[in-house]
């Protein structure tokens, strides 16, 4: 399933986006030998004819269009579920199909939180040779509540499945004041954890927006809640709040989360889907604050035709 995934990308990035071989290497992080093996593999299968022959063709050109508005390195697009539970499941085994081919090249992984994102150890090929030296790490501190999307639960999840070490922030996602980060943030157990962070080198991060399931998981209460809407907050990855254009809002709550910044220094993959977070991921798309965007079809052509709007007035 994961090579026949690989195999639709590589043939329509090459037949129909006429990328060369060799950015589709580079965009794909694949060999080129890879690519060639997978083209001549489509077309051993008839899927390549006058046309490409797959359900997935109007996907596969919105993913063309969100890569060349938002100027991304990747996006992937699936079909819209009707169930918010079957989304989430569609969107992370998606992201898990994007990530997998990945895995077996890097190091660090850093995960971040979300109802989504619990589902995506579930879907990452079983079959993967790790590194000896790869670990995982959870990107943000722990929430208030024992949600499965708590980004310990999802690193946890992930290790006991795979057998490869874990590194989380054993600390509240979110503390009182500035002060208390700054102390915190000192101690050994953190800052070597902190320290990781810094070398991931991809991440997968949900896509949070101002709805009331962020009150009730603990992520902000109704005061910050009302203060974040009223600063034009549309979404948060990581806990850090940004507006429609991609601009952190509300910095003094911003610097109470204990965690990564938005943008490590590795790749950034933003898992999220839904009308009621267009805005959040079109911020996040507008900031920069992503690399490749994983959503589904309803959602990215709100998204685009909002852009279109905007970008007409």
């Not at 990308?9 to 290497?25: A, H, L």
């Amino acid at each position: 399933m994961f090579e026949y995934d690989m195999m639709i990308r590589v043939t329509w990035m090459y037949y129909c986006e006429d990328k060369t071989q060799s950015e589709i290497s580079s965009i794909l992080k694949m060999s080129r030998q890879k690519v060639q093996r997978l083209l001549s593999k489509a077309k051993e299968q008839g899927l390549v004819q006058v046309k490409i022959l797959n359900s997935v063709h109007n996907l596969l050109s919105v993913e063309g269009k969100l890569r060349k508005v938002f100027s991304i390195h990747d996006a992937v697009v699936v079909p819209t579920a009707e169930d918010s539970e079957e989304l989430r499941r569609s969107l992370a085994r998606a992201a898990a199909n994007y990530l997998s081919p990945q895995l077996e090249k890097i190091s660090i992984l850093g995960l971040g939180n979300g109802a989504t994102l619990s589902h995506l150890p579930n879907y990452v090929d079983p079959s993967i040779t790790f590194k000896k030296d790869f670990k995982v790490v959870s990107l943000l501190g722990n929430l208030l509540r024992n949600y499965s999307s708590n980004p310990t639960s999802i690193g946890m999840k992930f290790s006991d499945r795979f057998g490869v070490p874990y590194y989380g922030l054993w600390v509240p996602y979110k503390l009182d004041t500035v002060e208390a980060v700054d102390t915190v943030v000192k101690q050994k157990a953190v800052s070597e954890v902190l320290e990781i962070i810094k070398r991931v080198e991809i991440s997968v991060v949900g896509i949070g927006s101002t709805i009331n399931r962020n009150l009730n998981s603990g992520i902000v209460n109704e005061a910050e809640m009302k203060l974040l809407k009223s600063k034009g907050a549309v979404g948060d990855i990581l806990g850090r709040w940004f507006n429609i254009e991609g601009k952190f809002v509300c910095e003094e709550l911003n610097r109470r989360v204990i965690g990564a910044d938005v943008k490590t220094p590795g790749k950034t993959i933003g898992v999220a889907g839904g009308i009621e977070k267009a805005e959040a991921i079109q911020g996040a798309l507008e900031g920069n604050l992503i690399d490749v965007l994983i959503t589904d079809e309803s959602t990215a052509n709100t998204i685009l035709e909002n852009k279109s709007r905007s970008s007409s007035k």
